[in-house]
């Protein structure tokens, strides 16, 4: 026989689940200093000024 399961629980912890995955995402973005993200911006722009000049006119 099948075991009983009480879907309010399931429901419950299916959702703090992903709260919790969502919190540490948002710890990963956001709970860094001003001078990490300053680092990891000019990093995306030097990326982006580099392919754009590997770019082939037509």
């Not at 992903?18 to 710890?27: G, P, S, V």
Request: aromatic content about 4%; charged content about 50%.
């Amino acid at each position: 026989m099948a075991e009983i399961v009480n879907l309010n629980r399931f429901r419950k912890a299916k959702a703090k689940a992903a709260e919790e995955i969502k919190a540490n995402n948002n710890r990963l973005l956001f709970g860094r200093k001003r001078t990490d993200k300053e680092i990891d911006r000019k990093e995306r722009e030097n990326a982006m000024t580099e392919l754009d000049g590997k770019k082939l006119d037509e």
